[in-house]
């Protein structure tokens, strides 16, 4: 028997369709702005997987926290060790990993982001492996399944699993808000993994011929931006370029608005995106990969959520990376929180990663090896 210690974020992720970049300290500004929880969903699509799995047990908090997602998934072989506060904190969270610790557990799976990774290992450290069901923003570190899928797998095979070293980053919030990555590496976890189940950590590149790259890509979609077409643009260095080439600055790590060469609106979140979309015959998307990990979809753009995507159209995400980045990522990833959506991308998409020059980059669908 295999015991699980289970902890839920509620607020994690709350931020990002929001434009607020993550939910650290900023929860009430979340839901003024409309905000509405959307971990435990994620949590559910997970555990809802392992129902009939008779060698778990799960040790859990109760409510939002854990409890709930367990009810509503049909799993009963559960034990409530810790109870929060009406309003869960990081406090709650590190309570809740103590109790695990105290009780004894195989793995700590959770549900949130990096703050949620960091809170668990600044407790639990090496001594019990953990692993995330990603609900974030960011989520650089590399403890997290690639999606809440792959979290079941490696849960129902933790005994075929191999134990990795994975990074625990530690972001700077308040410059992230304000347009900085500043992140640290915060501690070494251990993380089942099953080939492809879990990301790595994000990487970071500046190099000078990156940025020469940069603005080849720049001047090509400058070239092919079609007039008249809304176009939605997705966070990062390499779509920053594409923005500046047109004479604006961008929101580096935020969604911005672009038509007929003019910045439209700038860090746009979900609401906007929806408004501005509504009646709208031409709307295309132009994203980047996170880092090292390949994401194109769920991590850091959360704003461009499945409502937008869908219309736009798949047909019409443009996604752009540097050779260096795509040499490092073996495939691509997609995780709007829309399964039906993510399979319509496909087995491959097209990556345009220089001046008139593309290359077909695998994207990997859910189940395949």
Known sequence: MKRIGFIVNPVAGMGGSVGLKG???????????????????????????????????????????????????????????????????????RAAAKAFLKTGVDLILFCGGDGTARDIFSVAGRDVPMLGIPAGVKMYSGVFAVNPDAAAELVAGLDKAALRDSEVMDVDEEAYRAGTLDTRLFGIARTPVIRGM????????????????????????????????????????????????????????????????????????????????????????????????????????????????????VGHVIVVATPHKLQDIPELLVDSGDPALDREFGDSIQVICGYRIAQRKKVRQQGQD
């Open 23 to 93: 939910t650290d300290g900023n929860v009430e500004e979340a839901k003024r702005r409309g905000a509405v929880p959307h971990a435990g969903e994620r949590a559910q699509r997970a555990l809802e997987q392992l129902h009939g799995k008779k060698d778990l047990a799960f040790l859990t908090c109760a409510g939002a926290m854990g409890e709930a997602v367990l009810t509503a998934s049909g799993l009963e072989n559960y034990e409530i060790v810790y109870t929060p506060g009406s309003d869960t904190t990081s406090d709650d969270t």
């Open 198 to 313: 879990v990301a790595v950590s994000k990487q970071v590149y500046e190099q000078p011929d990156e940025e020469r790259t940069k603005r080849e890509i720049a001047q090509f979609m400058q070239e092919v931006m079609l007039p008249g077409a809304l176009y939605i643009i997705g966070a990062g260095t390499t779509t920053d370029a594409i923005v500046r080439y047109l004479g604006h600055q961008k929101t580096l790590l935020g969604v911005d608005v672009v038509r007929n060469g003019r910045l439209i609106v700038s860090d746009a979140d979900e609401q906007v995106l929806l408004r501005l979309t509504e009646r709208e015959k031409d709307v295309r998307i132009i994203i980047s990969p996170i880092g090292a990990q390949g994401f194109i979809l769920g991590r850091g753009n959360q704003q461009i959520s499945p409502a937008i995507v869908r219309r736009a159209g």
